[in-house]
């Protein structure tokens, strides 16, 4: 599909306009629902128990459609109108999208050799990316900082207490698989092409579905400019950079619709200098706060060193 040109899309210019509710909707992935058979039901503490009825199905989407649902995106990136500043008009600006972080739980133990939970093992070090970006300006980080693997599979769920991974199965799942990227941004490949170079070791990224995967599962996407139309010279406002964080289930049942989006949940903002992306008649202040404060709430409770996240916070803007 050819690359649009500004003309395609149609141009924001009302009032309430907010260029970073219009980034978020468009980089919004809508996946096809799919009638999955009804694996499991919820019990009265929360925790999902197994169900044996072949003939009941449920509305879901499969991995394989999510991840295929970012083809345009990471092939040429996701066009998102940006209105500018003092009536100088528009741009297109385009994104692309990365992997910065993923964790999967199952429901039940995943039926693969590649499943490290399944049979209780020690997980190994191969389960996130220890991958280190060179030096360069957007990204400096250090080998101490991202040696640490990360969450539940390296340091809580292994200690010397042996309920400890008990409780993290009855509260989140079976860990199947966890990513953390920690490689520079220019280092980095199109979110669809590392999600198949991971799926040739761990097939689960592509068969489970929805119904497989537990609430506690999500991905984060890295979302960095490449380029705008037309060019917009000295607007350093369209530096911007964002982490969204959606997850891998879907809480809409019975809805009979053709679709499902699934947005995000929490929203961590890089360089997003003066007043291009917030209209200040808009809650969108509010909101930054709201979704920032919720990715540091999620990522806390499941004790994930999520090294992007990490990242975007140091070179937050210091209130004085």
């Known amino acids: 599909m050819p690359v649009l040109s500004p003309w395609d899309l149609p141009m924001p210019f009302a009032s309430d306009h907010s260029n970073l509710q219009c980034f978020l909707r468009r980089t919004t992935p809508v996946v096809p629902i799919r009638l ?22 449920t509305e879901g989407f499969t991995l394989s459609d999510l991840w295929h649902s970012y083809t345009e995106w990471s092939a040429y990136g996701v066009a998102v109108p940006i209105v500018l500043n003092n ?9 692309s999208p990365s ?45 101490s900082s991202s040696s640490n693997c990360s969450c539940l599979s390296s340091d809580t769920a292994w200690d010397d207490d042996p309920t400890t991974f008990t409780q993290t199965i009855d509260q989140c799942g079976y860990l ?3 990513y953390n ?4 941004p ?5 979110l669809l092409e590392k999600v198949n170079e991971l799926g040739k070791n761990y097939p689960g990224l592509f068969d489970l579905c929805s119904t497989d995967v537990s609430p506690y599962s999500w991905m984060a996407i890295a979302w960095y400019p490449v380029y705008q139309i037309p060019l917009a ?7 911007a950079c964002f982490l969204t964080y959606h997850p891998l289930t879907s809480l809409s049942q019975g809805s009979m619709e053709e679709e499902i989006s699934l947005p995000p949940f929490a929203v961590v903002t890089y360089k997003m200098f003066g007043t291009l992306w917030i209209n200040p008649e808009t809650s969108d202040q509010d909101t930054i706060i709201c979704q920032q404060t919720a990715a540091s709430s999620w990522l806390r409770q499941l004790q994930f060193q999520h090294h992007d996240f990490n990242f975007f916070m140091s070179r937050q803007p210091q209130k004085h």
């Open 87 to 95: 009536g100088g008009g528009a741009v297109v600006q385009y994104y």
């Open 181 to 184: 990227e920690m490689a520079s």
């Open 233 to 239: 010279r000295n607007v350093k406002e369209l530096s």
């Open 176 to 178: 199947y698989y966890q």
């Open 186 to 190: 220019y280092d980095r490949v199109p």
């Open 36 to 57: 999955l058979p009804k694996k499991c039901n919820e019990t009265s503490n929360g925790y999902m128990q197994n169900i044996e009825k072949d003939d009941d199905t």
């Open 99 to 143: 992997l910065s972080a993923l964790q999967i739980y199952t429901i039940k133990p995943f039926s693969s050799s590649f499943s490290a939970f399944g049979s209780m093992e020690k997980p190994e070090n191969g389960f996130c990316s220890n991958d280190h970006g060179g030096s360069d300006e957007i990204y400096n980080s250090s080998p």
